[in-house]
């Protein structure tokens, strides 16, 4: 059995030319999501690959319609091609069901590894180049010297509750205490944002 599937990213467009497509090359029953090509949850297709079996094949008008990227066709493809299930592309001339069809889509699955090794290369790098300026990768900091002064003066202020402190501030509460405690002492984490030792830490240094 023939199994269509189609997809536009919103409901102002049309679905008549993919589905006339499908019905064209004997699709039995056809599946249609409206969503972004991104998006992870799909209930089109995901009843399309359910009713899929052995020696079935799922159709669809363009490669771009069934996949977030082209790791992900490859691996969608591996997997239907474990159940017996092929795919066909009716406009990218793919089909797994025959052997130059498979030929060709091994290209497509090498392509898709050549890529995933040159974005982890390209992020090696990136990391490296940032240590060796002395900065660390991940996200830019949350917490800045200036949201960390005010943090400490508002929790100084008692009438100013510490959840009312973190929104205004644009930040976590876990971040908030990360840096400052209830009184608005700055802890541990805040010196190097501070450059200077904290409070308590000079408190303990002069009593000794």
């Known amino acids: ?92 001339d793919v089909d797994t069901t025959t052997a130059t069809g498979r030929l060709a889509f091994g290209i497509f699955a090498t392509l898709a590894e050549f890529e995933r090794d040159l974005i982890h290369e390209r992020t090696m790098a990136g990391l490296a180049a940032a240590r060796a300026r002395g900065r660390a990768g991940g996200r830019p900091r949350v917490m800045t010297k200036q949201k960390l002064k005010a943090a400490m003066a508002m929790m100084a202020d008692r009438d100013n509750a510490a959840r009312d402190v973190a929104a205004q501030l644009g930040m976590s509460l876990s971040t908030l205490y990360a840096y400052v405690d209830a009184k608005g002492q700055p802890r541990e984490q805040a010196t190097e944002l501070l450059g200077k030792p904290t409070t308590r830490g000079s408190a303990r240094a002069q009593q000794a």
Do not use: P
Request: hydrophobic share 40%.
């Open 1 to 92: 059995m023939l199994i269509g599937y189609m997809r536009v990213s919103t409901g102002e467009q049309n679905l008549d030319l993919q589905r006339d497509a499908l019905e064209r090359a004997g699709c039995e029953r056809i599946y249609d999501d409206v969503c972004s090509g991104r998006a992870t949850e799909r209930l089109g297709l995901a009843k399309a690959l359910d009713v899929a079996r052995d020696g079935d094949a799922l159709v669809v008008w363009k490669l771009d319609r069934i996949g977030r990227s082209l790791t992900h066709v490859v691996g969608l493809v591996s997997d239907l091609q474990k159940r017996g299930v092929g795919l066909k592309v009716l406009t990218g």
